[in-house]
């Protein structure tokens, strides 16, 4: 059995990942592909509770190491639980952000050394890296203009443009460094338009 595909979708607020996410699975599905869809942080009953402390407004402001380390700590559980054993069975897994988000909201944002990060993503995942990560990327203020619509922000949308803009420099830089797996979708453009480029660059794959 050959091993399955590992897609993350990645991008600042307000690009429209969780929406090109949907018509992406659908397709995929569509093509035949046992898929796995997740999300991080979550994905697992543990990852889903640091989630929910991550995210709660309530929660204040959390140090930046603890931040990393929640998000690591998620993560080493989806990845044992979910990831991995989706892999080795054949399934493709389609991820709602994974480690170039804390590259780039933990190192980029918070401003913690990149080389610690890299420290924890070689402990936690030394062998495994997305096949392909989508960047969706646009302008910070027209992304916060999009999130801005929502009724209830959570604890990182209600960051400043400075906190944005350095998590935008951050991604681009990781797309700089990996220009193999790393690959920019124009976000700013409609979700038809979006969606097409998502295909284009998940097609070479099958």
């Given at each position: 059995m050959s091993k399955g595909q590992f897609i993350t979708l990645e991008g600042t607020e307000g690009a429209g990942?969780?929406?090109?996410?949907?018509?992406?699975?659908?397709?995929?599905?569509?093509?035949?592909?046992?898929?796995?869809?997740?999300?991080?942080?979550g994905g697992t009953a543990l990852g889903e509770m640091l989630r929910s402390?991550?995210?709660?407004?309530?929660?204040?402001?959390?140090?930046?190491?603890?931040?990393?380390?929640?998000?690591?700590?998620a993560r080493a559980q989806h990845i044992m639980q979910i990831i991995q054993p989706a892999l080795e069975a054949g399934k493709w897994v389609l991820c709602d952000r994974f480690t170039d988000a804390s590259f780039a909201y933990q190192g980029g944002g918070r401003g913690l050394s990149f080389e610690r990060i890299e420290e924890l993503e070689q402990w936690v995942h030394p062998h495994l890296q997305p096949d392909l990560t989508l960047l969706f990327d646009l302008p910070v203020e027209e992304g916060l203009q999009r999130a801005g619509r929502r009724n209830f922000p959570d604890r990182f949308e209600q960051e400043k443009v400075a906190f944005f803009t350095q998590v935008r420099e951050?991604?681009?830089?990781?797309?700089?460094?990996?220009?193999?797996?790393?690959?920019?979708?124009?976000?700013?453009?409609?979700?038809e338009q979006v969606f097409c480029q998502a295909q284009a660059l998940i097609e070479p794959l099958f």
């Open positions: 990942k969780s929406t090109a996410a949907v018509a992406i699975a659908d397709w995929l599905m569509g093509r035949g592909v046992d898929l796995v869809i997740s999300r991080e942080p402390v991550l995210l709660d407004p309530n929660t204040g402001n959390l140090a930046a190491e603890s931040e990393l380390l929640m998000m690591f700590a951050a991604y681009l830089r990781r797309m700089e460094q990996f220009p193999g797996r790393v690959k920019l979708v124009d976000a700013s453009q409609n979700v």
